[in-house]
């Protein structure tokens, strides 16, 4: 028998055919539109009076159709979650694994327990009836039994009591940490997002934009980039710090990146003459930390430069930025122009202006975790596929980002005429 000749789409239809049935049905993407997750902020009290703020991002897990907020943490890896016998935004659709958990974060908790894969959802803060997105049911997350905060030695989590709504552990705010540091996880346990495949015209990356301080604006995480985000002329782009060679996240193959994803040149300046340069000082990102600080190595050449601008306790040890202190930041862009990335006098109210300081038990660089500092003043564009930091400012200086590039080549001129007066 001699079959029919198939032409034009006929031939290409059973081409596909033949291509499915070799190959598997094809996955789409899991993003193939861009997306907005809104964030929830919560204005914490500050030691010394005044408030700080942290942000929450509400999600379920399993399947659950109960979410609860979790803090919205760009410092740290992965998510990990409280359960207990009455945490509702547990579902059912959760496999427990062998493999032990025990996280510790710089704030001084501690959550133990075990990996577990699972899916999760997200939503819009105190929203029930609408999912805006859901992970595949693979997703590895910390399981959390028990959370501590050994600075104070304290258990919080599980709750004492079993039955009704167990009040939420960390900070009286928040059910777990959702973090999403671009640094490579443990365990498996990483930054969904980054594990997350895109397709359709959508770039890998998302963008956070929390608003200006004091501003009432919408705080918020887009889900995807869209070709407008990576052309935007008045976003100024730089180099993320590559991790490891052959470390990819799970699920996407994505390159991860280090925990100090940029840099940039710290210049200090006081009244009689006081000054002090860090340079190359490694930047780390952190929305869960309150204030700015920084991490040095002891017995280093940072330390030594940094004591005549910092208080001193009993020990010898630094603990943080003196009062009126001219603080700059300056960081050197994709193109490698001098950008001025932050500038404030330094004081003592945690939340605006309080630098702390601490020495860094494992002997590594030096490095500051600036916490909130960016992302009061930009919205800061995660480009994974490409391996760029985008800062827009809230406030687009004119022209486009002249006022930017200007500013760190005059920052930089004030700090050496004020160093020499």
């Not at 010394?48 to 399947?63: A, N, P, Q």
């Not at 552990?169 to 346990?189: E, N, R, W």
């Not at 000054?275 to 280093?300: C, K, M, R, V």
């Amino acid at each position: 028998m001699v079959g029919k000749v198939m032409h034009g789409g006929y031939w290409l239809m059973a081409l596909a055919v033949a291509l499915v049935l070799a190959c598997g049905v094809a996955r789409a993407a899991d993003v193939e539109q861009v997306y907005t997750i809104q964030l929830e902020k919560f204005d914490l009290p500050a030691s010394g009076g005044g408030t700080y703020s942290k942000y929450g991002i509400w999600l379920s897990l399993g399947g659950s159709t109960t979410p609860q907020v979790f803090e919205f943490d760009t410092g740290g890896e992965g998510l990990y979650a409280a359960h207990s016998a009455d945490a509702a935004w547990w579902g059912a659709d959760v496999t427990e694994e062998t493999t032990s958990i025990d996280k510790n974060f710089g704030s001084g908790l501690e959550y133990t327990g075990k990996v577990a894969k699972t899916s999760v959802a997200f939503y819009n803060p105190h929203s029930t009836t609408q999912v805006l997105a859901t992970t595949a049911a693979d997703y590895k997350v910390g399981k959390s039994e028990h959370i501590v905060n050994t600075d104070t030695s304290t258990d919080l989590w599980p709750p004492e009591t079993v039955g009704g709504n167990p009040a939420p552990p960390v900070d009286g705010k928040f059910y777990g940490d959702f973090g999403l540091s671009l640094k490579k996880g443990d365990h498996g346990i990483e930054n969904v997002f980054a594990q997350l495949s895109y397709g359709g015209g959508v770039t890998a990356g998302y963008i956070v934009s929390l608003g200006e301080r004091g501003s009432s604006q919408q705080p918020g995480i887009q889900v995807g980039l869209a070709a407008s985000d990576l052309t935007n002329p008045d976003t100024v782009w730089f180099t993320m710090a590559a991790g490891p060679a052959g470390d990819t996240f799970e699920h996407s193959g994505l390159e991860t990146y280090a925990a100090e994803l940029i840099s940039a040149s710290l210049y200090l300046s006081g009244a009689g003459g006081k000054s002090a340069t860090l340079t190359g000082l490694g930047l780390n990102l952190d929305t869960g930390n309150g204030s700015p600080g920084i991490l040095y190595q002891q017995d280093s050449a940072d330390e030594t430069a940094l004591t005549p601008v910092s208080n001193v306790d009993v020990d010898g040890n630094l603990t943080g930025l003196q009062d009126g202190l001219q603080l700059t930041l300056v960081g050197t862009d994709a193109n490698g122009n001098s950008v001025t990335l932050d500038q404030f006098l330094t004081g003592s109210t945690y939340g605006t202006n309080l630098v702390w300081e601490e020495y860094r038990g494992d002997g590594q660089e030096t490095y500051m975790n600036i916490g909130q500092l960016l992302f009061e003043k930009y919205a800061v564009t995660y480009d994974l596929a490409n391996g760029q930091l985008g800062l827009t400012p809230y406030a687009v200086p004119e022209p486009g980002t002249a006022g930017l590039l200007l500013g760190g080549a005059a920052a930089l001129l004030a700090w050496r005429l004020n160093r020499r007066g």
